[in-house]
């Protein structure tokens, strides 16, 4: 992975190729997608540090945080994977051009006009971030949460593993519903399981997170509201388990219900494998800090 990142100039010097590595995405892929081709798990690695490597543009740099350069890097990358008008070639979109090619052309035109729809909600609200953050205003509780459903990237990920963990989206108008429940379930416990690890660095950076948003909505301590972020993922956690039984129990034929358990298990396999990598990820830690511009 750090030669294809490094080829593609995702990381540009010895700190960030350093700091790549620490990350573990390779470990985070085994896990997800453990009984997938070498090449499916080397692609799912890549698919992570691409959407990282895209966060970390924003949360953990000093420049680029303005919400029209935002939009700018974002309709970029959209056109990638839309055949929209070429852009800079940096980096970032030559790495998303690479995936995509060896992804879209694997799935189904649905499958392609799901991932884009995602992918740019995803932008969007990465632009309203970027806007929140000039304009100090805080979040409530209820809004963070929405939100952060759409910046986690958790959703465009379950598309992915629609591809490199062999397990469609099933094609059942009766549990498209439940389906759509289990997904949001999915970004839920990754949006907040990832503030509860990097909710230090968030602090040091001056960012929003769950744990910050429940003390100012709750008028608590910081431990004290990490204590109920913490009881607000594992309750998250029983609820995708639950949405999973509820669709695995769907009355059907045999060959629509194992394309149900093929679903649902990629995304319990995503769940666990993103709870057991954070906290073994060394993302988060300080001396990985932006470094002064």
């Known amino acids: 992975m750090l030669a294809w990142a490094r080829g593609l100039r995702l990381v540009v010097d010895a700190f960030e190729e350093g700091r790549l590595l620490a990350m573990r995405l390779g470990k985070l892929a085994e896990l997800t997608v453990p009984e997938a081709s070498d090449a499916d798990l080397e692609l799912t690695a890549q698919w992570a540090a691409f959407i990282c490597l895209v966060d970390d543009r924003f949360d953990r740099s000093r420049v680029d945080i303005r919400p029209e350069k935002v939009a700018s890097l974002f309709t970029r990358l959209l056109n990638v994977i839309t055949g929209g008008p070429a852009g800079s070639a940096s980096g970032i979109e030559q790495a998303l051009d690479d995936l995509?090619?060896?992804?879209?052309?694997?799935?189904?035109?649905q499958w392609r006009k799901r991932f884009v729809a995602d992918?740019?909600?995803?932008?969007?609200?990465?632009?309203?971030?970027?806007?929140?953050?000039?304009?100090?205003?805080p979040m409530g509780l209820s809004d963070y949460v929405l939100?952060?459903?759409?910046?986690i990237t958790a959703l465009p990920m379950t598309d992915i593993l629609e591809c490199t963990a062999g397990a469609p989206w099933p094609g059942l108008p009766m549990g498209e519903d439940l389906m759509r429940a289990l997904r949001r379930a999915v970004a839920d416990v990754a949006g907040w399981s990832n503030d509860l690890v990097s909710a230090e660095?968030?602090?040091?950076?001056?960012?929003d997170n769950l744990v910050t948003v429940v003390s100012r909505e709750r008028d608590c301590s910081l431990s004290s509201a990490r204590e109920h972020a913490t009881a607000m993922r594992d309750d998250r956690v029983r609820d995708f388990h639950a949405l999973a039984a509820s669709l695995t129990a769907i009355a059907l034929p045999e060959t629509e219900r194992e394309e149900i358990?093929?679903?649902?298990?990629?995304?319990g396999s995503f769940v666990a494998a993103t709870l057991h990598w954070l906290g073994v990820t060394h993302r988060f830690d300080a001396r990985w800090a932006p470094r002064p511009v």
């Open 119 to 137: 992918y740019r909600d995803f932008a969007l609200a990465m632009q309203e971030e970027a806007a929140g953050r000039i304009d100090r205003a």
């Open 201 to 207: 660095d968030d602090l040091r950076e001056g960012r």
């Open 147 to 151: 939100r952060r459903r759409r910046t």
């Open 100 to 109: 995509w090619r060896r992804t879209a052309p694997r799935m189904s035109p």
């Open 261 to 267: 358990r093929r679903y649902v298990a990629a995304l």
